[in-house]
């Protein structure tokens, strides 16, 4: 185990990646550490990430991990939710570690487009600006409206605008429409 | 509400983040997140103190 302490989910996911790795799992870091990468760097005390395998596959997933000295919590969702399952892993420390897999919406095709970004001596698999962006404002919250306002803002004009709207389109009309409004220029004056 | 020096403030906090590289972002969201952590933690200390001074 890295984490030596509390504040260190960062650490505690690169041992979840090392796993998911070894099980051959393909993952993408979203949230808080995603959008450090693509807007502005924030603080949290978890790390989350994607995975694309099936809620059952997950908890096949958990029993490995239980065998770790990481504390786990399974949740499926409603029919209705918009994520199917969510693995909550924990240390000692109070790290927490969230895998999330069937987000709905989101499709494969983004582990294609993720991006390997070097952290203390290993690679994590970061998801893709534009997937980010359209899930962020999927989501919908004011600090994913936040944090994907920041990614466009720090794109610097280099949003694969076409990929970004054809993303959110797939979240929904009322995500391609926030989409869009984030996107328009601020009124002038 | 608009404010012109909000928006000045956080548009230097993006041109000073595009200055770091990813690989500088995710450790900079690691210190980050070690002292919010630190700061809440000793917050709740003192809180837990001063409560103790109370009684």
Same mark, same amino acid.
């Given at each position: 185990?890295?984490?030596?302490?509390?504040?260190?989910?960062?650490?505690?996911?690169?041992?979840?990646?090392?796993?998911?790795?070894?099980?051959?799992?393909?993952?993408?870091?979203?949230?808080?550490?995603?959008?450090?990468?693509?807007?502005?760097?924030?603080?949290?005390?978890?790390?989350?990430?994607?995975?694309?395998?099936?809620?059952? @596959?997950?908890?096949?997933? @958990?029993?490995?991990?239980?065998?770790?000295?990481?504390?786990?919590?399974?949740?499926?969702?409603?029919?209705?939710?918009?994520?199917?399952?969510?693995?909550?892993?924990?240390?000692?420390?109070?790290?927490?570690?969230?895998?999330?897999?069937?987000?709905?919406?989101?499709?494969?095709?983004?582990?294609?487009?993720?991006?390997?970004?070097?952290?203390?001596?290993?690679?994590?698999?970061?998801?893709?600006?534009?997937?980010?962006?359209?899930?962020?404002?999927?989501?919908?919250?004011?600090?994913?409206?936040?944090?994907?306002?920041?990614?466009?803002?720090?794109?610097?004009?280099?949003?694969?605008?076409?990929?970004?709207?054809?993303?959110?389109?797939?979240?929904?009309?009322?995500?391609?429409?926030?989409?869009?409004?984030?996107?328009?220029?601020?009124?002038?004056? | 509400?608009?404010?012109?020096?909000?928006?000045?403030?956080?548009?230097?906090?993006?041109?000073?983040?595009?200055?770091?590289?990813?690989?500088?972002?995710?450790?900079?969201?690691?210190?980050?997140?070690?002292?919010?952590?630190?700061?809440?933690?000793?917050?709740?200390?003192?809180?837990?103190?001063?409560?103790?001074?109370?009684?």
């Amino acid at each position: 185990m890295r984490t030596r302490g509390p504040g260190e989910a960062a650490l505690l996911l690169l041992d979840v990646a090392s796993m998911l790795r070894s099980e051959s799992i393909d993952y993408a870091v979203i949230g808080a550490m995603a959008a450090s990468v693509h807007g502005l760097v924030r603080a949290s005390v978890d790390a989350d990430a994607i995975l694309f395998i099936s809620a059952a @596959e997950l908890g096949v997933l @958990e029993k490995k991990f239980k065998s770790t000295d990481l504390q786990t919590e399974l949740r499926r969702g409603d029919p209705d939710d918009p994520i199917a399952a969510l693995l909550e892993l924990t240390d000692g420390y109070g790290n927490r570690v969230d895998l999330l897999v069937g987000l709905r919406g989101l499709e494969r095709e983004a582990l294609s487009r993720t991006i390997d970004v070097p952290f203390v001596g290993e690679v994590l698999r970061v998801i893709g600006r534009e997937d980010f962006i359209a899930m962020k404002v999927f989501a919908g919250g004011p600090q994913d409206i936040i944090d994907a306002a920041s990614a466009i803002a720090a794109s610097g004009g280099c949003l694969d605008l076409p990929l970004l709207r054809r993303l959110a389109t797939r979240f929904g009309r009322t995500t391609l429409r926030a989409l869009d409004n984030l996107l328009a220029p601020p009124p002038a004056g | 509400m608009d404010s012109k020096l909000a928006r000045q403030a956080k548009d230097a906090l993006l041109a000073a983040n595009q200055r770091l590289s990813p690989e500088q972002r995710l450790n900079a969201f690691l210190a980050h997140s070690r002292l919010m952590v630190a700061l809440f933690e000793a917050g709740k200390r003192l809180r837990a103190d001063a409560r103790r001074t109370d009684l």
